[in-house]
């Protein structure tokens, strides 16, 4: 199999060279978020400033990306965060990815500052560094049109907008223009900012050898059937269809985490509410049968382009009390034009709504009242923290930032582990993912797990899962998150969507099958798991050797203390030190949450533990 070759960057000197990927590290590591963290874990200076001009930036693709295999669309985005000071990484879909796959390369490893603003323009003849002094301060859908002027009509643009050039250290990065596939999690943004790197334009044709061309055909023809079988549900609404039910189990977060249920305000945001109305077409990552995107065309506001999904509809509906569509759907489309993380953004109103409430933001700080509910007064916020003005200077570094500066009142309210905003799953409603929010390698990240999905009835008969467990209970959620995180943790390594499980019902035996056809290789499906367990654990000995332990692996205090007073998942509290002692014990941890000798020798990680001493 071909693995693609490796760009390597320095915008300082203006440099580009290549470099290869071994065999015996993608069998060890795959690709995207695994690769790039054995890349940064052995290379980089952990102690650098995540805006050193050194503090290198990683564009990895998954191993299976761009090898024709449906939802192998996704790429990884990889540095030392911003925002939280650790392990950051952030995944993307939709054509950006298979298509710089189909240059021939699978990865960009970015050091330095360039003088002046620049893209990268890379086809299959190479990569080229261009001035983009002329795009700079226009936001990612103009310049996604501007650059496709200047190199192809079908090229692919991945490109910062006004935040990340700021250095907000909640910025994203939008692939894709218009269609607005975000890399939205850690303030990767504005790491490409600190570098003076506006954009990377793909063009290519090349797609990447398969070892088994004929076995993959025959196998795509009996898997896929199975797989839309469960995913046309889904595919119909996309992540906003599940609004009501996520609701109805007690597990969207109201009014910053404080409410237990807001049923009919849930009805009037949900997907099934505002796409009958605004739907203008489906929206497909290349070659994925499911679509599970939207594309909506709002005329009330003059907007175009991606409709919110589930954590943009919750981020803004819900935890500001907003129940009108419109604003939200504006507020997704300015953080997709500025290039914010609509889940740290929508977090942080939230946060300074609760602060203004409370006394601690005054309306001379923001310019006008912040009142719960009020969504124009949302969007104005967006503003404001693109042009870090008023309010919007404290906001834009993300709520652990702007409760130090607002005192110790303000941290009670602030909802993050590591510095990283929480996804909006409750874990007091789907008590597991508590144990995973405290442990997930960048903070408050549902996507280490997802493990509320068995909760919610998906099997993963493949791990004996075929019933649904008590979401409620901390009994038994240890070892649901160990394999929950192993699991998972697969996904991006490979480029493959998650919601070809969530959606799609696939398990280990059928993704390790997908490898061996593709790359040759014989793995089962313990060694896959494998795989993923040892990239987990590197990405916490990358931690570790930051300083952090057991001390870190908490929840913020108000959802470890507060249970939320009604609605489904009222009274319930995580027991916190049963399930992280016990889920130490599992991932063959120490006391302080630090793998030990034995368990990275295990994992064949000798020489990386000699590191972490
Ligand atoms: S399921 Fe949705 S996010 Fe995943 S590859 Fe398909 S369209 Fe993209």
Redesign the pocket.
Known sequence: MDFGRILEVDLSAGKISEREVKEEVAKKFFGGSGLAAKILYDEADLSLDPFDRKNPLIFMAGLLTGCGI??T??LSVCSKSPLTGVWGESTV??HWPPEFRFTGYSGIIITGKADAPVYLWITESGAEIRSAEEIWGLDTFQADERLKGQTDEKARVAAIGPAGEKLARIASIVFDGRNA?NAGRCGVGAVMGSKNLKAIVVRGKKVPEVADKEGLKAALKEDVPVIMKY?EA??KF?TAGGVEVVEHLGDLPIKNWQLGSWTEGAKKVAGQAMQPKYLEKH????G??????KIYKVEELGLHGHAPEYETIAGFGPMCLNEDPLPLIEANELCNRFGLDTISTSSCIAFAMEAHEKGLLSKEDIGFELKWGDGKAAVAIIHQIAKQEKAGKLLAHGVLRAAKELGPKATEFAIHTKGLEYAFHDPRAHVSMACNYATAPRGGDHLAALSYLLDRGIPLSDLGYTTPPDPHTSDGKAKITYDMQNFIGVFNPLGL????YM??RIGPKLIAKWINLVTGWDLNMDEVMKASERIFNLKRMYNARLGLSRKDDVLPSRLANLARPDGTAAGVLPDMNKMLSEYYELRGWGERGIPTEEKMKELGLEAEARLCK
Not at 283 to 286: K, M, S, T
Not at 288 to 293: A, T
């Open positions: 449906p939802g669309v996704k879909g939709g596939r995913a889904f595919g996309g929206y497909h990552c290349l994925c049968p499911i679509g599970c995107g969507c998650v919601f070809y959606g799609g």
